[in-house]
């Protein structure tokens, strides 16, 4: 019976194995231990980390902030490194394998040496190269890349011309690829379409909440934003009673202050800041309370973002302004929640159903009102006058759309089951519209909803 040729490959490898080629091989190891676990510690640094290295003293921690503004041209560096010691590592042990092979009489491309060279360096590559560096990154990510950082603005520039290569090639592909999978985006259409198949549609507050999220992202400022026309501002020239009885007219926590126009903004005023001064006479200078850091965004900002902002920067309210710099209007935090949640009513908030006759099931309602508004009170689709309604934001800008001109009081128009007739207007806009439904599932539904509102 022949010995087991597994045991002079041992006693080979315990006394004859080749000493350079070894330390190359432990060498290409530990540096590939050292780029894997670059990649993790450069890019698990938290926002506060980055933030602390770019306002470091040392040229270290300035040196890290600096490589990680350009993410994709680093980690395309680590990855071409990363790979040229992984090959090297398996070259080197491939030429070492040959050299027990010959030693001991067994032929290079024996399935002994394959199975022996395949387990043990893909066990060092795994162990020493991935897992060990990578799990001590993880725990010390600034120590790391401090400590890694001089190699890497180093290997930067010298691998700098394969990086450019392939960080191209990748952004191609990306793109590529985008333009071959975008019939595999889901519009907002079909994502309704599922909820209202996915939820009880008995529960109409549930599935209205979850259409609000899923549209959330897609709404601009300017399509919930309340038009300057209807703004409630406060004239910086006013003395402190007139500004007193405004307030009290109002009702509202803060109020934006202009000068001469509206477009000429001073800044807002805060009601809570007046408190201590309500004992004042018309004499006080009650301009001087007024908080100057007014927060503009252009109508085309998202209203996720706006919300983020608000977040961050702990405001309320939002001047909304054209690409001219006028202002259109504004947004506060309670207009963005309402899109999601519903319309929320404080104490000083009208019945939304108050205008509701049950008799014919038809309403009175302000032209101003917004459309997303009009859609949600009255249990429509949000895309129900999507065809018709152009740039309208308002019920009022729609009934001009339909018409194409003025109308005068008594005006009539008919569109999908509903019945619009104008019950006030003046030179400029509609200021009253009366609505009337005739489909008598939806008159159903708008009852419940009555009936739910009275409970």
């Known amino acids: 019976m022949e ?7 041992l006693a080979f ?5 080749p000493l350079g080629p070894s330390l190359i091989v432990v060498l290409l190891l530990i540096t590939s231990g050292l780029i894997s676990g670059s990649e993790v510690a450069f890019f698990s640094l938290t926002a506060d980390q980055v933030k602390a ?25 680590i990855l071409i490194c990363n790979n040229f010691v992984n090959v090297a590592v398996v070259m080197i042990s491939t030429f070492i394998a040959w050299q027990i092979a010959d030693q001991i009489d067994i032929p290079r491309d024996g399935i002994e040496i394959f199975i022996s060279l395949t387990f043990v360096v893909t066990a060092l590559v795994v162990f020493i190269g991935e897992i060990v560096p990578k799990i001590y990154a993880t725990n010390n990510s600034l120590l790391f890349a401090k ?50 198949l996915a939820t009880d549609q008995s529960d109409d507050k549930a599935t209205e909440m979850l259409k609000g999220i899923i549209r959330f992202g897609s709404k601009t400022v300017k399509q919930i934003m309340v038009s300057r026309t209807d703004m409630n501002a406060l004239d910086k020239s006013i003395n402190f009673h007139e500004l007193m009885d405004t307030i009290n007219k109002s009702r509202f926590s803060r109020l934006p202050v202009y000068i001469d126009t509206i477009d000429s903004l001073f800044g807002v005023l805060y009601i809570k800041d007046l408190l201590p001064y309500l004992d004042k006479n018309e004499h006080f200078e009650w301009q001087r309370i007024v908080r100057k850091d007014i927060y503009y965004v252009p109508e085309s900002k998202k209203i996720d973002e706006l919300l983020r902002d608000f977040q961050e920067r702990r405001v309320h309210m939002a001047i909304i302004v054209d690409e001219y710099g006028g202002t259109t209007g504004l947004v506060t935090l309670e207009d963005i929640i309402e899109e999601i949640v519903g319309e ?8 939304l159903l108050e205008n509701f006759q049950t008799e014919d099931a038809s309403f009175i309602f302000d032209g101003k009102t917004s459309l997303i508004d009009f859609e949600r009170m009255v249990l429509l689709d949000p895309d129900y006058f999507d065809k018709v309604k152009g740039e309208s934001e308002s019920l009022g800008g729609l009934m001009l759309e339909l018409l194409q001109e003025m109308p005068s009081t008594g005006k009539e128009i008919e569109y999908k089951g509903i019945t619009f007739t104008i019950k006030a207007v ?10 009337r439904f005739h489909d008598e599932e939806h008159i159903r539904r708008l009852q419940e909803e009555f009936n739910e509102e009275e409970n």
Not at 160 to 175: D, H, I, Q, V, W
Not at 344 to 351: H, W, Y
Request: aromatic share 8%.
């Open 147 to 196: 400590k890694m950082v001089i190699f890497w603005v180093v290997a930067i520039k010298i691998f700098k011309p394969f990086a450019y290569l392939l960080t191209s090639m990748g952004n191609y592909m990306e793109k590529a690829l985008a333009k071959r999978n975008y019939n595999l985006e889901v519009s907002v259409q079909e994502i309704d379409q599922a909820v209202n």
């Open 344 to 351: 929320i009513n404080d104490e000083f908030d009208a019945d």
């Open 426 to 435: 003046d030179k400029k806009r509609i200021k009253t519209v009366h609505v």
């Open 3 to 9: 010995g087991d040729p597994l045991i002079p490959l």
């Open 53 to 77: 290295c770019h306002e470091d003293d040392d040229n270290i921690g300035k040196s890290v902030f600096e490589l990680l503004q350009k993410p994709q041209e680093l980690l395309a560096t």
């Open 13 to 17: 490898i315990l006394n004859d194995i």
